[in-house]
């Protein structure tokens, strides 16, 4: 049997995550978080006492590393390390930088390229990444670039803090966005960029169910689904 796999792209903010999950349970397929395994590596070196900002900390740790993926029965993804569940303790803000800082170094990427295309091997997916369309899936059934403009994806996740009672500062939430648009675009190893034949989708101007919908037809139309 073949599978198929939509890659999902685009810089932090986008929607992508939210998109994704929605459009792998309306098409029952499997929703894959890779950003969820960056940050678990992150925690881990983090844990060890390792400096994430340093490569020889975070590559030395990487062959007693155990990770692995799970799905609830709710369908949702859990990161397991060193066999614990550490899906909520990744979401920290801390364990953001770890995943940016560890994620710009090739030995990472290299050792969790298979784990990666091993779930699409095995199964239908949605992965929602950086690099999935030009790197971890280049033969992809259909590729999405998924964009919002710096302004509107600052006031979304300034809005998403408030309402976690976090108080921050707007000016502060839009330059820390455009800092990480930039460390993410211009580092050596697989930096974000739009595959060739992805196909850009622009949610600025929509709400989630139009986001949803623009999907939606993207895929019947490219999955014949
Ligand atoms: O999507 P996220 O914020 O959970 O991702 C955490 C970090 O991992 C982010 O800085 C970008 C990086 N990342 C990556 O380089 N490649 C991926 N496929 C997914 C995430």
Redesign the pocket.
């Known amino acids: 049997m073949t599978y198929r796999s939509i890659a999902m792209?685009g810089p932090?903010g986008a929607g992508?995550?939210t998109l994704a999950r929605a459009l792998a349970a309306r098409l029952g397929f499997l929703y894959v978080?890779?950003?969820?395994?960056?940050?678990t590596v992150?925690l881990y070196t983090a844990r060890q006492g390792g400096d994430c900002g340093r490569k020889e900390d975070v590559v030395s740790r990487l062959p007693e590393l155990r990770l692995s993926l799970a799905y609830g029965e709710d369908g949702l993804q859990h990161m397991f390390l060193q066999g614990e569940d550490v899906t909520e303790a990744?979401r920290d803000n801390a364990v953001?930088r770890y995943?940016?800082?560890?994620?710009?170094y090739p030995e990472v990427?290299a050792f969790?390229l298979e784990m990666?295309r091993e779930l699409a091997r095995t199964h239908n997916v949605i992965?929602?990444?950086?690099?999935?369309g030009t790197v971890?899936l280049p033969q992809a059934d259909l590729k999405v670039f998924l964009t919002a403009s710096v302004e509107e994806r600052a006031r979304r996740r300034w809005a998403e803090l408030a309402a976690r009672g976090q108080e921050v500062d707007l000016d502060t939430v839009r330059e820390e966005i455009a800092r990480?648009d930039y460390?993410?675009t211009h580092?050596a190893a697989?930096p974000?960029r739009k595959a060739a034949d992805a196909v850009e989708v622009d949610t600025s101007h929509l709400n989630f169910q139009e986001s949803l919908d623009a999907l939606l037809a993207l895929v019947k139309e490219r999955l014949s689904l």
């Open positions: 792209d932090s992508k995550s978080d890779t950003g969820a395994i960056y940050r992150g990744i953001s995943a940016s800082q560890v994620s710009a990427r969790l990666q992965m929602d990444g950086r690099d999935i971890v990480r460390d993410d580092r697989a974000l």
